[in-house]
């Protein structure tokens, strides 16, 4: 009997995955009618007709960053929100905590610099606050703030496409979101790969659907009506997905500008890679167990279809896991049958296979969507290797205690020429 009810649940189960793989492919399908909005075409030659640039400020949060700032931020001190390279924008390094040199070398860049210096209010979210609570005194006619990590490259013109949304009406915008050196290594090519997928392919989906992305922590932009309408008050693991959840449950949507493209490090070494992963996949699990209720509360009362959009996006898991749930779940229910026998193994067999071929779909059609080079694919082939580290960071996940606070990933020196090579293309 226990068999019997143990194979019906993991029958179940198999069900419950099914739908969020069609939803995947739903967004696929949507993100393949993407196309640039017309009113962003018309908003960069309106601004380039009338020379009318919004006062937007780039702020860098930076922890221990001497290795990254050098090269990166040559970068930025050459953006401009216009295509002349007249019109600058102010930028920001907030130096948090610092125990090396970021803050003099950012200062030798030219670049304004925010020191601060609070050992109980540690991380990302904490400096965030705290720096946008200078910005009206220091910048009294600062219009929308920037944000990057200080291990990023932003594209040449991501500034003029973040300058057009703005001025066309957009509130929260996040951008496209890139791998540095996508082929450096087998890591790094997954690493493109999964961003391609979850940084673009979904988001041009929403887009499409009108629906809201979510913000990554890098390369957003939020207005000063937005900050001063709902503070900062985000101080978690993630505290990009913190903020969504309150914007989207405040009726403010967040949209993804795929022009304005960005690029950050991938991990270079296993070290990095599974102290980034820990940080992001224990504070998003913790981080969704927390907001799900509510979106599909507000989802539910004021019939908020991006609400119920937001609570699909937490609930749905990283694909590495869906994909192990997937076969995990079905080879229980095929040795519970095997056990004691039973009428489930044909729906087992089913579920299993429409679950497969749609990750299958939403995989291959994703790259297709995201149009990305032949060699991407072949990175494909270590995909069951990297499924299997994944599964070993969930039992980290299991087995001990996440920190409750941010812990700085090392980082591996970003060069001027990868920097060049990459910003124009």
């Known amino acids: 009997m ?10 179940v189960l198999l069900g419950l995955l099914l739908p ?56 930025f001190n050459m953006l401009s929100l216009d295509r002349a390279g007249k019109v600058k924008p102010r930028i920001v390094v907030i130096a948090d905590n ?31 606050r705290w720096a946008f609570e200078k910005l009206p005194q220091d910048f009294p006619a600062y219009e929308a703030v920037v944000i990057f990590d200080a291990d990023t ?52 989906g929403r887009a499409v659907l009108k629906l809201s992305d979510g913000l990554k922590g890098n390369g957003m932009l939020i207005s000063r009506k ?8 985000a101080y978690s693991l993630v505290e990009d997905i913190e903020y969504t959840s309150r914007l989207v449950q405040a009726d403010m949507k967040v949209e993804y500008v795929p022009e304005a493209k960005l690029y950050g490090q991938a991990a270079a070494s296993s070290k990095q890679a599974l102290s980034q992963r820990l940080r992001w996949e224990g504070g998003r699990g913790a981080q969704a167990r927390k907001d799900i209720p509510g979106l599909l509360k507000t989802a539910l009362l004021k019939r908020n279809v991006a609400a119920f959009d937001r609570a699909m996006d937490l609930i749905i898991p990283p694909l590495g896991l869906l ?17 004691v026998g039973g009428a489930w193994l044909g729906w087992t ?17 994703g790259l297709l969507v995201a149009r990305v080079p ?39 020196k970003i060069e001027v020429q990868d920097v060049n090579q990459v910003t124009r293309s």
């Open 153 to 204: 490259v932003p594209h040449a013109e991501f500034m003029i496409e973040a300058a057009a949304a703005y001025s066309r009406g957009v509130s929260v915008m996040q951008g496209r979101y890139d791998v540095l050196d996508p082929h450096e290594t087998w890591r790094s090519s997954l690493t493109y790969v999964a961003f391609a997928l979850f940084n673009h392919v979904r988001p041009l």
């Open 20 to 75: 969020l793989v069609v939803y995947l492919i739903m967004l696929v399908i949507a993100g393949a009618f993407y196309r640039k909005p017309n009113s962003q075409k018309r908003s960069l030659l309106e601004l380039e007709r009338n020379g009318k640039y919004p006062n937007l400020v780039i702020m860098i949060p930076a922890h221990d960053e001497a290795l990254t700032l050098p090269a990166t931020l040559q970068h």
């Open 374 to 412: 032949a060699r991407a694919y072949l990175a494909l082939a270590r995909a069951p290797f990297y499924i299997a580290w994944k599964l070993w960071v969930y039992v980290i996940l299991v087995t001990r205690r996440l920190p409750s606070e941010w812990v700085r990933t090392e980082r591996a």
């Open 98 to 128: 610092c125990t090396d040199n970021t803050a003099e070398l950012a200062r030798e860049v030219g670049v304004e610099v925010y020191e601060r210096f609070d050992t109980e209010n540690r991380g990302k979210g904490h400096a965030l």
């Open 226 to 233: 937005v900050l001063e309408k709902l503070p900062w008050n």
């Open 2 to 11: 226990l068999e019997i009810v143990f194979g019906l649940i993991m029958t």
């Open 349 to 365: 067999l089913s579920l299993f296979g429409l679950s497969l071929v749609g990750i299958i779909i939403f995989v291959l059609g």
């Open 323 to 339: 994909v192990a749930l997937l076969i995990f779940s079905s080879l229980l229910n095929m040795l519970a049958w095997l056990l």
